[in-house]
């Protein structure tokens, strides 16, 4: 007698359609009760936001397009790009965009160093761990100006300042007693800013450190990789999105950076930067115009480089989940 045999059925169902959701309409969006009843509490910071900032910074794009010089009143005119010329030909313009890179760089990249170094000595486990990290923390906290000036009379004055009481202590009667700041102008600013913003470095590249994944860390240890091995190939891969992080922001403060300038040299001997070179010709030269077109070039930098902060941020966040 023969027996049939059913064929199987298959196995592999059909995977279950998505249902797409139609977007809404404009129309929906805007009268939906519960999306205004987030926004209106946000609507009164919005409107500050936009008349404290967005707006003064618009009425500056458009002085910047005008030939105005509190000089000659009579000559105001609209619709001119001289200004813009102006700010890319000024040969003491360049010279002052020049420092103003010379000085971003070495700053950031100097404290990013020493940061790293300060960072790396605080994560270790030490008895008053917490009050050395707090001594660390402030230069940071001191107010710019106050800053300065410390450096100015503390540690520059060639009579009582401390760098030249250390060379009479170390060579005696004869040793050299420099003017810093007439002698290195360029150096003594780049040493303040430095003192100044280490500290920040290290905190971010300290949060960077403690985030390492301990059981990575201790695996390694296991595996004989000596204390070398682990910083290269482990650390300072992990430490590269936070190198970058500080890296960006410090640039974007210290491109700003005026108090230093003003305090040490009040510009002398090349250390105008664009923030003080944009002080001298607002109030010196009394020339609107163009004091406006050199901010808004400042301003359009800034935004450059705090649009890649901001994406080093998220990667950051995204890396955390």
């Given at each position: ?9 298959d196995?592999t ?6 249902t797409?959701?139609p ?7 805007w009268g939906?009760?519960k999306?205004?009843a ?17 707006l ?5 794009i458009?002085?910047?397009f ?12 609209f619709g ?5 010329v102006?700010?890319f ?16 760089v ?10 790293l ?6 994560n ?5 761990r917490?009050?050395?990290?707090t ?7 001191v ?8 450096w100015k ?12 009481g250390?060379?009479?202590?170390v ?46 860390m ?10 070398w ?10 430490m ?5 992080l500080?890296?960006?922001l ?39 115009g ?31 989940n």
């Amino acid at each position: 007698m023969a027996t049939a045999t059913a064929t199987p059925p298959d196995q592999t169902a059909p995977a279950p359609k998505k249902t797409k959701v139609p977007e809404r309409s404009f129309g929906e969006r805007w009268g939906d009760k519960k999306g205004w009843a987030r926004r209106v509490p946000l609507l009164p910071a919005l409107a500050f936001i936009v008349i404290m900032t967005q707006l003064p910074f618009v009425a500056t794009i458009l002085v910047s397009f005008t030939n105005w010089n509190a000089n000659y009143p009579d000559e105001i005119k609209f619709g001119t790009l001289q200004n813009f010329v102006t700010v890319f030909t000024d040969a003491g313009l360049r010279q002052s965009v020049f420092f103003t890179i010379l000085l971003t760089v070495t700053v950031v990249l100097v404290s990013l160093a020493f940061g790293l170094g300060i960072a790396l000595l605080l994560n270790r486990n030490f008895i008053g761990r917490g009050a050395v990290r707090t001594m660390m923390i402030a230069p940071f906290l001191v107010v710019p100006v106050a800053a300065a000036l410390l450096w100015k009379h503390a540690m520059y004055n060639p009579e009582y300042g401390l760098f030249n009481g250390l060379l009479t202590q170390v060579f005696g009667a004869s040793a050299p007693q420099p003017d810093w700041i007439t002698d290195f102008p360029r150096l003594a600013i780049m040493g303040e800013l430095i003192w100044q913003w280490t500290p920040f470095m290290t905190l971010i590249l300290l949060a960077g450190l403690q985030s390492r994944p301990g059981d990575v860390m201790e695996a390694a240890q296991v595996d004989g990789a000596n204390a070398w091995q682990t910083f290269a190939n482990m650390t300072m891969p992990h430490m590269r999105r936070y190198l970058e992080l500080a890296g960006l922001l410090g640039t974007i403060y210290i491109i700003q950076q005026f108090d230093s300038v003003f305090t040490l040299t009040a510009g002398a001997y090349g250390t105008a930067n664009l923030p003080y070179t944009i002080y001298q010709t607002l109030y010196n030269a009394q020339d609107y115009g163009l004091a406006s077109a050199q901010g808004v070039i400042v301003v359009i930098g800034t935004i450059i480089i705090a649009t890649f902060a901001l994406r080093t941020v998220s990667s950051l966040f995204e890396e955390g989940n």
